[in-house]
């Protein structure tokens, strides 16, 4: 049968679709973005955060979807903490750069936001890294099932 039950893939389908749709909305965002709003982070952090959503989007996906092609655990834990160490640099960038504008109130909010909202978008890449343990500690797992 492979890994999971049919519902809880269903699960994780819908996650999938869900963050593709929040990362298909952040890259036609970046492009269209007034510049009065525009982030006050550097180009080349913009450009290393569309990397991570992407990474986040193929974990996503190879999660609902069964498939094992990056087999290595510290390839998707490097993924997870490149993801929080940009997204926290963004949001530092933005205090910075913006410090006469927000309250601390308004920080404290934003950063626990961030904070659930990336925390949410990981979870796949956590199931799917139980998943890699489940297959490398029984072999007999059908990692293709039909």
């Known amino acids: 049968m492979g890994i999971g039950g049919d519902m809880n893939k269903t699960c994780w389908k819908i996650g999938f679709f869900v963050i593709a749709c929040f990362v298909m909305y ?75 504008g927000y309250e601390v109130y308004d920080m404290v909010t934003m950063t626990a936001f961030y904070l659930l909202f990336a925390s949410v978008l990981v979870l796949p890449i956590i199931k799917y890294i139980e998943d890699l343990n489940q297959i490398n500690s029984n072999p007999d797992i059908d990692t293709n099932p039909q």
């Open 26 to 100: 952040a890259i036609y965002d970046a492009f269209t973005v007034a510049d009065i709003i525009a982030p006050t982070h550097p180009f080349f952090l913009s450009l290393l955060m569309l990397v991570a959503d992407l990474l986040i989007l193929f974990g996503a996906y190879c999660c609902a979807f069964n498939k094992f092609i990056i087999r290595s655990k510290a390839i998707w834990l490097a993924v997870i903490i490149l993801f929080f160490t940009l997204n926290g640099a963004a949001l530092i960038y933005e205090f910075i750069n913006n410090h006469g």
